[in-house]
């Protein structure tokens, strides 16, 4: 199943939609200063040569961009994957953005578990800072993962931030349709993302249903 048929990129029409493109203001990058402070605050309780587990529930999934001791499927309990976070860069621009996934609170979502050697993993951690981070969108959160051989691991997963402007909350099917057809940052579209996504899950089998209806309904004339 593929969803990835893009917009047509000669149509210029601007988009029309109540409530997009949102006011977001202005945007702040984190300084390499507080991207370091970040991750060794993530990284406290890390005696720096065990193996540690990171949680992919969006595009880690299908690019991950580190090399993982173990890869296996996973599930995190009191968050549930959506469309929750605005994206001014790499699916989208300050005047048209996108939508990238992010954890919200409630329910439960399924994903891919990455064990990453710990002798090597500080510089792909940094770069996975650099990555996810650098909006500040995001709360690094190690969370309970449920792995599909039986074993419980803590995993590191990037939660959404409820205080933040880039926050969408729920939003209605029209918007979402707007930015399927519109938003493009400098990794491509948004409908790339979620058809990849939606993709890559199903491939790991493990479909979330939501995503693809939702996919479904934005798509359908």
Not at 20 to 31: D, F, I, N, Q, V
């Amino acid at each position: 199943m593929s969803f990835a048929a893009r917009p047509d990129p000669d149509d210029d029409t601007p988009p029309s939609c109540d409530g997009y493109p949102p006011a977001l203001g202005e945007a702040r990058l984190l300084s390499d200063e507080e991207l370091a402070a970040s991750l060794a605050r993530t990284l406290s309780a890390w005696d720096g040569t065990s193996d540690l587990w990171l949680f992919g529930y969006g595009s880690l999934i299908w690019n991950p961009g580190m090399p993982a001791a173990e890869t296996i499927r996973g599930r995190v309990r009191g968050y549930h994957r959506g469309l929750y976070l605005w994206s001014r860069v790499n699916r989208g621009t300050p005047e048209e953005p996108g939508l990238v996934l992010a954890l919200d609170r409630g329910g439960s979502c399924t994903g891919i578990a990455f064990r990453l050697d710990g002798a090597s993993a500080m510089p792909h951690l940094r770069a996975l800072w650099q990555r996810e981070m650098m909006m500040g969108s995001y709360r690094p959160a190690w969370l309970p993962c449920a792995l599909a051989d039986g074993r419980s691991v803590d995993a590191l997963a990037f939660v959404m931030r409820r205080d933040v402007p880039t926050y969408t909350g729920k939003l209605p099917d029209s918007i979402v349709k707007t930015v399927f057809g519109c938003a493009r940052g400098r990794y491509g579209t948004t409908l790339e993302y979620v058809s990849r996504t939606v993709d890559a899950l199903r491939e790991s089998g493990m479909p979330d249903r939501a995503l693809e209806a939702l996919l479904k309904r934005c798509l359908d004339e």
